[in-house]
């Protein structure tokens, strides 16, 4: 085999594999993925894109108008995730463009261990694609890009990460609709921990209070109206973690921090809930997401020091909640504890959540099924019964087990991947809770979607996604008369079938033929216009390395 035929190869190798592989903590990202498909972004919401230092915080309910509501934001920052990830699942985000995005690209891809190892030139790359496709389908949409925070982590060098807001920034500079926001030395103090961060990488509620008092300002730029944020000045020195540390600890502090009022819905819990975006399931801004961290599973313990956080005396005002939904035990039912243990203990937990807001309904949640019948039989369903047998006039049994489940097992439609939940199933999970509610609060507004809506959705992001991964591929790709690069002259072909492309996007009745027709297309173009030059391919190997660099230790491929 020459050269050239390993090059090509190898790109096309590595091409599949970047689509389809899920690294150590894949399913947890790709769960948060699949639930974005069936949420619906509008032209009045404010999107949030990034890492987990985006995910982690509770972004929807940190700011208020000068007349007293919510900004519509919604948060698709995803945990571990690189900008190839949300490179790939853009489109799910834009096809509602939103008024404005805030973006944080690149503090995994520069990782180099566990990241991309990307040079800050391949996260410049990703960057302006990303900018061009939310341009192309929505000109009026205004993009924020946020600095690389200052970190201390051992596989980040310093000067990639320097380099790279530095080329952002003379990017946004150049480039109308774009604006750069340097929260760098805002925040250096991350980099050194204690109250600022537990892992000298993600944030605390005190430099949140930061990065979210600095932001006011642009996320109010166009409006007729100021924007502040609720958390007090004092933050940093009033944050509560519950006794908890790392990504739990930090999102306590955050809890503890967040005002509650009468009107609020609360819903506690593990991971299910943590990666739900309950506010936007429900269609309601009243209800406020109090999931632990990421990783499959919680345990009661975790949750009752996050209750702890949440009722800690912070200074800020902390009414009875209108009602308190909980999601907790699934490490405690999926492991080896004695059964009657784990029911002792989540009875303290309920007691506790009685005690600390006497005047709220609580709504307790069964635990959703796995794909181990036994689990289901021995464990998951005797906790499920417990709760039942708990059921009194303020606290309330909410069945979400029966409805995702096929036979003895989790019904495979509602989870993506294995026991995580998908889509599909937070929709079923949203609807149940939905049920509870008007039951008991008939007089207020809880919007809900169909299974029929949700399918048709789910349908039509995943097409969309298919699609814009080939647009990528080109937008991606340097442009020049130079080895490395796409013949610029050739390339108008791909920004005229890209054009196309675009406009099958605006429709809601994509086909899998019209992607499939288009991507086969756009493909070609990028093919033929490479000319399969050596140089080229190389340089395609090299964008993808850290891909490659993966693969060559966890699947032994090279």
């Known amino acids: 085999m020459t050269k050239l035929k390993q090059l090509k190869c190898m790109l096309c190798l590595i091409l599949a594999l970047v689509c389809n592989v899920a690294w150590a903590d894949g399913p947890f990202r790709n769960h948060r993925y699949d639930s974005f498909k069936i949420l619906n972004v509008t032209s009045d919401n404010i999107l949030f894109i990034g890492n987990s230092i985006t995910d982690m915080h509770c972004w929807p309910e940190v700011f208020k108008t000068s007349t007293g509501e919510y900004l519509p934001i919604v948060n698709r920052g995803n945990s571990g995730t690189y900008s190839t990830e949300q490179s790939n699942n853009l489109e799910s985000y834009i096809n509602g463009k939103p008024k404005k995005v805030f973006m944080m690209i690149g503090t995994n891809d520069i990782a180099t261990s566990g990241g991309l190892n990307f040079s800050p030139e391949q996260v410049l790359a990703y960057v ?39 080329l952002t920034k003379a990017y946004a500079e150049a480039t109308d609709k ?17 109250q600022w961060s537990y892992d000298n990488l993600h944030l605390t509620a005190g430099a949140y209070q930061v990065w979210a008092k600095e932001i006011c300002k642009y996320l109010q730029e166009g409006e007729d109206y100021t924007v502040s944020t609720v958390y007090p000045d004092n933050t940093l020195g009033k944050q509560n973690n519950g ?40 269609g309601n801004v009243n ?11 919680g345990d009661i313990a975790t949750t009752s020091k996050l209750i702890d956080a949440t009722y800690a005396e912070t200074g800020v005002e902390k009414q009875d909640a209108k009602a308190i939904f909980l999601y907790t035990g699934t490490a405690d039912a999926n492991g080896t504890t ?28 069964s635990l959703c099924p796995t794909n181990n019948a036994t689990t289901n039989a021995d464990r998951i369903s005797v906790l499920n019964a417990y ?45 149940a809770m939905k049920e509870a509610l008007s039951a008991d609060f008939p007089q207020d507004t809880y919007t809900v979607i169909d299974d029929a809506t949700a399918e048709a959705r789910y349908a ?21 008369d130079a080895a490395g690069q796409y013949n610029g002259e050739k390339m108008k072909a791909f920004d005229a079938k890209m054009a196309e492309a675009n406009d099958l996007l605006e429709r809601n009745d994509i086909t899998q033929e019209q992607v499939t027709e288009f991507a086969n297309a756009l493909n070609a173009i990028l093919n033929e216009t490479s000319e399969l030059n050596p140089e080229r391919l190389a340089s395609s190997v090299a964008l993808s390395s850290g891909f490659l660099r993966k693969l060559s230790t966890e699947y032994m491929i090279l």
């Open 128 to 166: 302006k694609s990303m900018v061009a496709r939310i341009h192309a389908r929505s000109p009026q949409t205004k993009v924020y890009l946020y600095s690389i925070l200052n970190n201390k982590t051992g596989n980040r060098v310093e000067a990639t990460w320097l380099k790279a807001n530095q």
């Open 178 to 194: 774009v604006t750069y926001i340097d929260l760098y030395d805002k925040l250096t103090n991350v980099a050194n921990g204690g």
């Open 243 to 282: 006794g908890l540390g790392g990504a739990n600890g930090m999102r306590a502090t955050y809890f503890s921090m967040l005002p509650i009022s009468n009107e609020d819905v609360l819903v506690f819990g593990d991971e299910f809930i943590k990666n739900g975006e309950w506010q936007e399931l429900l």
């Open 287 to 297: 209800v406020k997401n109090r999931g632990t961290g990421w990783g499959y599973g």
């Open 338 to 365: 004695d059964m009657e243990t784990v029911k002792a203990n989540y009875k303290a937990l309920v007691d506790k959540l009685e005690q600390k807001s006497p005047a709220s309904i609580i709504y307790l949640m």
């Open 387 to 431: 709760m039942q047998s708990l059921v009194g006039e303020k606290v309330k049994y909410v069945d979400v087990y029966t409805s995702l489940l096929s036979g003895t097992v989790a019904n495979t439609k509602y989870f993506y991947p294995s026991n995580y939940l998908g889509a599909l199933g937070y929709v079923e999970m949203a609807q």
């Open 460 to 480: 039509q992001a995943g097409l969309r996604n298919q699609l814009t991964q080939v647009i990528a591929r080109g937008l991606i790709a340097e442009r020049g």
